[in-house]
Structures are given as C-alpha cells and as structure tokens.
C-alpha cells in the first residue's frame, strides 16, 4: 500500500506564505486523485485541494484564488499557500485515491503573529 510523506508546515505570520509536499511511495502507477485536506481543532476535515492525474485541479471554496496544488510525474504533489489567514490554521493532510483512500500523517501550520 502507498506512503505518504508530507513536509513543509509550520509557524508563519499572516499574509505569509508556505509549500506543502508530499511524496508517495509504495506505488507503481500514477495515483488517479491526490489532494490536501485539513482539520482545525473541534472541526471537521475539509477538502482544501485535489488534482488528479490529467492535472485537472479542483479547490475548496475558502482557498480559491490564495492556494495552489500540483504535482509532478513521480506522485509527489505540492500545495503552495500565499495570503495565509489565521483561520487556515489547522493540521493538512495529504490524500491519495486509487482503489484506497490513503492519508499522511498530517503537518501543522500554523498562522499567527
């Protein structure tokens, strides 16, 4: 079964900006959907972004216009978050969809000055 690796979180001041990865391994094909949901405290989990294998993006409506997914040929995929709000805080979970839904461990970020 693939593994997800993500990396990139942390602390950053609104208005900031931070790049999320993710690499996958375990897998020898192009994973059909990968994305990038995340969980605040006492809520529930919302999909941030998701981009599929034809590169067709798809982004929850609070992200739309700040954040950015892609990915390269090697199922790794990358959110790229400009104009951070302290209401983006939460854990991010990386997403894999084949015939499994898989998920990564999870990076905090956080958005505070």
């Known amino acids: 079964q693939v593994q997800l690796v993500e990396s990139g979180g942390g602390l950053v001041q609104p208005g900031g900006s931070l790049r999320l990865s993710c690499a996958a391994s375990g897998i020898n094909f192009r994973i059909p959907i990968m994305g990038w949901y995340r969980q605040a405290p006492g809520k529930e989990r919302e999909l941030v972004a998701t981009i599929t294998s034809s590169d067709t993006t798809n982004y929850g409506d609070s992200v739309k216009g700040r954040f950015t997914i892609s990915r390269d040929v090697k199922n790794t995929v990358y959110l790229q978050m400009n104009s951070l709000k302290p209401e983006d805080t939460a854990v991010y979970y990386c997403?894999?969809?084949?015939?499994?839904?898989?998920w990564g461990q999870g990076t905090q970020v956080t958005v505070s000055s």
């Open positions: 997403s894999a969809q084949y015939s499994v839904h898989v």
